[in-house]
């Protein structure tokens, strides 16, 4: 069986995850030892961890991504990669990024850095 739950810190910020660990306690000191995660920006020292529910393996990502969906959280990712959101900021900051070296927006190859002479600097 698969835990979904919750922690809230003490600010009122919340984080959705999942686990197949048997106490929750064990899954929040993962979360604390881990800094790459988007529970990193709750305050993990003053925070507690609730159990929402528990389902089977192989709906896992769909009840999570139902969690995700219906309460404010800090979660970057769904549970299927970026949120819809986060996608489309990183669509457009990649468009611009490219967009400004030129050359071709959706491959990135022929932009103007290839076109540089290497005898330039001789």
Do not use: P
Request: one cysteine or more.
């Amino acid at each position: 069986m698969v835990k979904i739950y919750e922690i809230i810190d003490c600010n009122g910020l919340r984080y959705i995850g999942s686990t197949t660990q048997k106490y929750l306690c064990q899954r929040l000191a993962g979360h604390r030892s881990n800094k790459n995660c988007s529970s990193s920006k709750l305050d993990l020292d003053n925070c507690h961890i609730n159990l929402l529910e528990e389902c089977d393996k192989s709906v896992r990502k769909v009840r999570e991504q139902y969690w995700i969906d219906h309460l404010d959280c800090v979660n970057v990712f769904n549970a299927n990669g970026l949120n819809k959101e986060r996608r489309r900021i990183y669509n457009r900051d990649r468009f611009r990024y490219l967009y400004s070296w030129g050359g071709d927006l959706y491959c990135g190859y022929n932009n103007n850095l290839l076109q540089i002479d290497v005898n330039l600097f001789n």
